[in-house]
C-alpha cells in the first residue's frame, strides 16, 4: 500500500467509524485496525488523533468547496448563487453518505463550534460566506446574524438531507430545488 493510500485508508476509517460510533467510540487503535494499518503507521501521517478528524474534515470541506466553485455562477444574482450553493451542497450530502454523516458529526461536536466561530465570528469566509455578505450587502436578506442566516439555510438542507439518507424521505431533483426555495424564501427580505 501506498503512503498516500495509507493516509486516505486511515481517513477512511475514521470518517466510518465516526459515523457508525462518533468521535469518542472512535480510538485510533480501531481506527488502525479498520484501515489495515499499525497504529504508529497513523502517527507518520497524523501527530494526533484530533489532528486526523481536523485534516479529514478539511479534505471533506474542501471537497465540498470544490464542488460548490464548479460552474459557479460568480457573475448572476445573489439568488442564483444561492440556489446553486443549495443545490450543489445538497446533492454532495445524498450522494456520500459517509461523508455527511461524518460532517454532521463534527459540526455538532467541539470541533464544529470553532469552525463555525472561525466562519462567522473572526471572518474567515469561504466562497458561502462571501455570498451572504454580499446578500446582506446589498440587502437582500432579513436583517438577521450571519449565524441565523446559516441556520435557516443550512439546518433545513441537512435535516432533509440526513432524512433521505435515513430513508424516511425520498428526495428527488423537483424536491431539492423546491427546499433550496424554500429556504431562500426563509432568508430573503
Request: a negative charge.
Amino acid at each position: 500500500m501506498e503512503s498516500i493510500d495509507k493516509r486516505e485508508a486511515v481517513m477512511q476509517a475514521l470518517m466510518e467509524l465516526v459515523a457508525e460510533n462518533g468521535f469518542h467510540g472512535s480510538p485510533m487503535s480501531l481506527v488502525a485496525k479498520r484501515a489495515g494499518v499499525a497504529t504508529g503507521t497513523i502517527y507518520h501521517y497524523f501527530e494526533s488523533k484530533e489532528m486526523l478528524i481536523r485534516d479529514t474534515y478539511a479534505e471533506l470541506e474542501g471537497q465540498l468547496l470544490a464542488a460548490v466553485s464548479m460552474e459557479y455562477p460568480a457573475e448572476r444574482s445573489v439568488r442564483e448563487r444561492f440556489m446553486h450553493i443549495g443545490r450543489t451542497l445538497t446533492r454532495s450530502f445524498l450522494a456520500s453518505p459517509l461523508q455527511f454523516r461524518f460532517l454532521e458529526q463534527f459540526h455538532n461536536s467541539p470541533y464544529g463550534a470553532e469552525s463555525r466561530r472561525s466562519r462567522m465570528v473572526e471572518g474567515k469566509g469561504d466562497i458561502v460566506t462571501r455570498l451572504f455578505e454580499d446578500a446582506v450587502a446589498q440587502q437582500l436578506l432579513k436583517e438577521l446574524p450571519l449565524p441565523v442566516l446559516f441556520a435557516l439555510t443550512f439546518g433545513p438542507l441537512l435535516v432533509v438531507s440526513r432524512d433521505h439518507i435515513l430513508e424516511v424521505l425520498e428526495l428527488d431533483e423537483h424536491l431539492v430545488e423546491k427546499t433550496v426555495e424554500a429556504c431562500w424564501d426563509a432568508v430573503k427580505r
